[in-house]
């Protein structure tokens, strides 16, 4: 465990919601992870080294970031909070060691920290607001980055890591897999966090395909044929992808028309869309 105590329940009020004098603000979806096992865990997964380049976002109040920082010999954090940001650079024993931009990852242009000798490794404790479209903002960047790990609502890590036949494969598990090999790392009960969350989490890592497998096909073909399979998803593909494609064109493709859109593989989604791309003008 880092010799920088991490954030510790005891310093929180929960009457007022404040922990280590930081009120947690709803609009930023903000839950401090307080358990030190965890976070071992987490940063264990990381395995974060010096000469790494290493970025977090939303460090908060610095539970995973003090023994990340710990073990490398510099680390990019994108804060959006301000409050949190300033507390960061005068951090009494990392505060040297990080380099912040207080920004809206969302928003943020990841090639500002890319570097040429050494491919990102990217962690964060995310915002189950945002964490999807975040995750597409992030996939832009995949040449540049040899691991992800997240902390998400446990219900999303299971749909990300799904397989077919089953009620948690959809859109999601699909453009997911599409980019990135998935790998669910840890549990977190609500419990390992101040103020609690309302739903259990869980880590994720995220490693990127290599570049050919994952520019088989336009994603917003790939997303626009998910769409279509899931909107209604008790109904076959006959009925569901009946905008898209035929039946019988499905068969020349050598997929069963009577299926749903669960019983698909990632293989098959790909072949659709890109029959989808070759054929949607005529």
């Known amino acids: 465990m880092s010799k920088y105590k991490a954030s510790n329940k005891k310093h929180f009020d929960p ?3 404040i922990h280590q004098g930081h009120k947690a603000r709803k609009r930023f979806g903000q839950n401090f992870l307080t358990d030190e096992d965890i976070i071992e865990r987490i940063v264990r997964a990381i395995a974060p080294k010096e000469g790494d380049n290493v970025l977090e976002i939303g460090p908060g109040l610095g539970a995973i970031t003090e023994p990340v920082a710990e073990r490398t010999d510099l680390l990019n954090v994108v804060e959006l909070d301000k409050d ?12 040297k060691k990080l380099n912040i931009y207080q920004a809206d990852a969302l ?9 040429d000798d050494k491919k990102l490794k990217v962690f ?8 999807t479209p975040l995750l597409f903002h992030l996939y ?3 040449d540049h980055i040899e ?12 749909r990300m890591c799904a397989a077919p036949n089953s009620k948690a494969f959809g859109r999601l598990s699909i453009m997911t897999q599409y980019y990135c090999r998935t790998v669910p790392v840890t549990d977190v009960p609500p419990e390992s966090f101040v103020p609690p969350p309302k739903v259990d989490s869980a880590v994720i890592r995220l490693i990127p395909k290599p570049h050919d497998e994952r520019n088989q096909v336009a994603p917003s073909l790939l ?9 209604q998803r008790r109904k076959t593909l006959r009925n569901s ?23 698909l593989s990632l293989d098959d989604y790909i072949k659709i869309a890109i029959w989808y791309g070759e054929n949607k003008e005529s």
């Not at 949190?84 to 505060?95: M, N, Y």
């Not at 928003?107 to 920290?113: C, H, K, L, R």
């Not at 790990?149 to 219900?155: A, D, V």
């Open 223 to 231: 997303n626009t044929v998910c769409l279509e399979a899931f909107n």
């Open 84 to 95: 949190l940001a300033e507390r960061l650079k005068t951090h009494p024993f990392i505060g």
């Open 15 to 17: 009457a007022k919601g």
């Open 124 to 131: 964060g404790n995310l915002p189950y607001n945002i964490s």
């Open 107 to 115: 928003q943020f242009d990841f090639s500002q920290v890319i570097r």
């Open 147 to 158: 691991n992800m790990h997240f902390m998400l609502q446990k219900e999303v890590v299971n």
């Open 140 to 142: 832009d960047f995949l």
């Open 241 to 263: 992808l009946q905008n898209i494609i035929t039946a019988e064109q499905l068969a020349e493709l050598g997929i069963d028309a009577g299926l749903r859109a669960e019983n």
